[in-house]
C-alpha cells in the first residue's frame, strides 16, 4: 500500500489561479470590474479573509486596481500574454521574499534550540543531508532533497513537533527557492559553505553562532532573488 504524503496548500494561490485562467479564457477583460468579496468568497468557498489576501498580492502586482466605493477592477495593462507572465513570476517572488523574512523570525529560533537539544544521532543526521548536498536534484519535490532534508532534520533536533511543521508546510517554497537561486554560477559551493556553517554551529552548541549564520544565509538567498 503506497501513502502519498499531505501537501500543505495555500487557497489563496488557488483564487490566484482561477482569475488568471479566467483572464486567459475572456471571461474577463482588461478594466473589468469584478464580482463582489462576498460573491467571488461564496463562489470560491472560502472566507472574505483568504480572498482579500489574495486580493492584496494581486493589487501589489498590478493585476487589480482598487476604487474607494467603486468595486475592483481588472488593470487595463494586463493585456498581453507578456504581461501576465510577468505578474505571477512577480507573485512567486514576493511570496518568496515573504517566506524569507518569516524564516528570519522562525527559523532563527529553530537553530538556536538545535544548537542546545540536538543529539549525537541528530547531529549525524543533519551531516547527512549536507553531505548529500551534491545530489541535488532541483526538479525533485522529494522530502528527502538534501536542501528540504538540512532544514528539516534541524527543526527535528529541536524536539518541537510544532517547528518541525513550520519547516514541514514551507517545503513548497523552499524548494521554489532553490529553484530561483541554483543556477546562479557558484551560488551552489556558497550556499554549502553556509548550511555548513549553520553545522558547525549546531555541533559546538553556540546558540547565537547559529543564529548569525542562518541570518546570513537567509540574507545571501534574499540578494540572490532580488537579483533575478
Do not use: C
Not at 487557497?11 to 477583460?29: C, F, K, P, R, T
Not at 555548513?196 to 540578494?223: C, E, M, S, T, W
Amino acid at each position: 500500500m503506497t501513502i502519498k504524503k499531505i501537501k500543505y496548500h495555500r487557497v489563496y494561490e488557488d483564487v490566484i489561479e482561477q482569475i488568471e485562467h479566467l483572464i486567459s479564457e475572456g471571461n474577463l477583460a482588461p478594466g473589468a470590474v469584478l464580482p463582489t468579496e462576498r460573491e467571488l468568497a461564496q463562489a470560491f468557498g472560502i472566507s472574505r479573509g483568504t480572498l482579500r489576501e489574495a486580493f492584496r498580492i494581486l493589487e501589489r502586482e498590478g493585476l487589480i486596481e482598487t476604487r474607494p466605493g467603486g468595486g475592483r477592477y481588472l488593470s487595463k495593462n494586463v493585456n498581453q500574454a507578456e504581461d501576465r507572465k510577468r505578474i505571477l513570476e512577480n507573485i512567486e517572488r514576493a511570496t518568496i521574499i515573504e517566506l524569507l523574512e518569516a524564516r528570519e523570525i522562525f527559523e532563527t529560533g529553530i537553530v538556536e534550540l538545535a544548537a542546545r537539544r540536538a543529539s549525537e544521532q541528530d547531529l549525524l543526521e543533519i551531516e547527512s543531508a549536507l553531505e548529500r548536498w551534491g545530489t541535488i536534484d532541483r526538479e525533485s519535490d522529494d522530502p528527502a532533497n538534501p536542501d528540504q532534508s538540512f532544514h528539516l532534520s534541524i527543526a527535528k533536533a529541536t524536539r518541537n513537533v510544532v517547528l518541525v511543521n513550520l519547516i514541514d508546510l514551507h517545503m513548497d517554497l523552499l524548494q521554489k527557492t532553490m529553484k530561483k537561486t541554483a543556477a546562479i554560477p557558484g551560488r551552489k559551493a556558497e550556499a554549502y559553505k553556509e548550511h555548513a556553517d549553520i553545522l558547525a554551529a549546531i555541533q559546538a552548541k553556540d546558540p547565537a553562532k547559529a543564529k548569525a549564520a542562518l541570518l546570513f544565509h537567509l540574507g545571501q538567498v534574499k540578494r540572490n532573488i532580488l537579483m533575478r
